[in-house]
Nanobody
Framework: EVQLQASGGGLVQVGGSLRLSCAVFGSTVDEVAIGWFRQAPGKELERVSCISRSDGTIYYSDSMKGRFTTSNDNAKNTMYLQMMNLGPEDTATYYC???????????????????????WGKGTQVTVSS
């Protein structure tokens, strides 16, 4: 079973940067996608980015393009989220998650996979202060 553990959150000032890490444990042979999501207080879960395991394509939500960069180090089984030019709207709990052995269902808020197939790690809090 795949398990994920996010880390690297903290308090940062407006305009600052932060890098989150997501360590992946367990067998990833059937993993089809991995990604970052976030949830701000009182708001719905929001996709940040996701990586397709079939071809390595990385998808970003429009509000993160140009500021956030997702990368993956297969040798370390670790995914990263580099965040720059952070604003108060980026304050949220950030989660990394993976999909294992699920069919692609088309364009949707969960990178094309039914949310029920996502395996979630414990989130890490990011707070951006002015």
């Amino acid at each position: 079973e795949v398990q994920l553990q996010a880390s690297g959150g903290g308090l940062v000032q407006v305009g600052g940067s932060l890098r989150l890490s997501c360590a992946v444990f367990g067998s990833t042979v059937d993993e089809v996608a991995i990604g970052w999501f976030r949830q701000a207080p009182g708001k719905e879960l929001e996709r940040v980015s996701c990586i397709s395991r079939s071809d390595g394509t990385i998808y970003y939500s429009d509000s993160m393009k140009g500021r956030f960069t997702t990368s993956n180090d297969n040798a370390k089984n670790t995914m990263y989220l580099q965040m720059m030019n952070l604003g108060p709207e980026d304050t949220a709990t950030y989660y990394c998650a993976a999909v294992v052995g699920a069919p692609w269902v088309g364009v949707n808020p969960y990178c094309g996979y039914d949310i029920k197939y996502w395996l979630w790690g414990k989130g890490t809090q990011v707070t951006v202060s002015s």
